[in-house]
C-alpha cells in the first residue's frame, strides 16, 4: 500500500468516528428541553448534533418558548425536515451515539414502542433501538393511562430508557434553568459524555 493510499484510509476513519447524537423534539409540553439539549450539547467539542423536529412541535415551541422554528434550528450542526424518510439519519448504516427525545409526546412514544414510523423522529427512534443504541425519552404527560405506562414497558424492553423531566432538589436549584440542566445532565448521561458544568452529589454537606 502507498503512503497515499494509507493516509486515505485513515482519513476514513476518522470522518467514521465524527460522534453524533440525534436530538429530537416532539410537539409534547416543555420544548424547551429540547432546545437546551441542543445548547448543552453545542458545548462539547467534537459532537455534531443532528436535529428533526415532530410537525406539532413547531407549535409548542412557539406557544411556550416564543422562539420561531427557525431559532431553534439555528442551534443544531444539521437539521433534517420530518417528512425527510431519505434523510441520512433515517439509516443504520449512518453512524451516530443515540438519539434523545426531548420532549417526547405520548403519541411518538406509542409510534416508538410499536414500530410506527409515521415521520422522520420515529423513524429514526427505529433505527436507533434496531441498531442497539442508546435511545432516552424525556416523556412529558400527566396524569398517565395504562397505554402510555404499557407503552413506556415496552420501550424499556426494547432497550430504550425512558427519562421523564422530573426535576430533583438534592442539587439544591436556585432557578429553573438549573432544574432543567440537571434533568438533562441526567439524562444525557446515558451517552457517556463528558459535562463537566454538572453539578453532581458527592454525599451530604459536600457540595
Ligand atoms: C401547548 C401544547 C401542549 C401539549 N402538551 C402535550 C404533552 O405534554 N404531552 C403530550 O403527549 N401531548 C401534548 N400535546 C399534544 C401533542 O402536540 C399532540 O398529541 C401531537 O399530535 C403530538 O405529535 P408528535 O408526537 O408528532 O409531536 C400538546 C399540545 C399543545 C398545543
Not at 409534547?28 to 410537525?55: D, F, K, M, N, Q
Not at 446515558?190 to 453532581?200: C, E, K, S, T, Y
Request: include cysteine; aromatic fraction near 4%; hydrophobic fraction near 40%.
Amino acid at each position: 500500500m502507498s503512503i497515499e493510499e494509507g493516509s486515505e484510509t485513515i482519513r476514513r476513519a476518522s470522518a467514521s468516528e465524527v460522534c453524533r447524537i440525534v436530538v429530537g423534539i416532539s410537539g409534547a409540553s416543555a420544548p424547551v428541553y429540547g432546545i437546551r439539549t441542543l445548547e448543552l450539547l453545542g458545548r462539547i467539542e467534537g459532537l455534531e448534533t443532528h436535529l428533526v423536529c415532530s410537525h406539532a412541535a413547531e407549535t409548542t415551541i412557539k406557544l411556550e418558548t416564543g422562539r420561531s422554528l427557525r431559532e431553534v434550528h439555528d442551534l443544531a450542526d444539521i437539521v433534517h425536515q420530518p417528512d425527510d424518510f431519505a434523510a441520512a439519519i433515517s439509516s443504520g448504516s449512518f453512524s451516530t451515539k443515540g438519539m434523545i427525545v426531548a420532549p417526547c409526546s405520548m403519541s411518538t412514544l406509542a409510534g416508538i414502542s410499536v414500530g410506527l414510523t409515521k415521520d422522520l423522529l420515529t423513524r429514526t427512534a427505529d433505527v436507533t433501538l434496531k441498531e442497539r443504541r442508546p435511545l432516552v425519552l424525556m416523556v412529558r404527560e400527566s396524569p398517565l393511562h395504562l397505554g402510555h405506562l404499557r407503552n413506556m414497558v415496552r420501550v424499556t424492553e426494547m432497550g430504550g430508557v425512558i427519562a421523564p423531566p422530573i426535576p430533583s432538589f438534592y442539587h439544591k436549584p436556585a432557578n429553573l434553568d438549573e432544574m432543567i440542566d440537571y434533568s438533562l445532565g441526567r439524562a444525557l448521561d446515558v451517552f457517556g459524555l463528558d459535562m463537566p458544568w454538572m453539578n453532581r452529589w458527592t454525599g451530604p454537606g459536600k457540595d
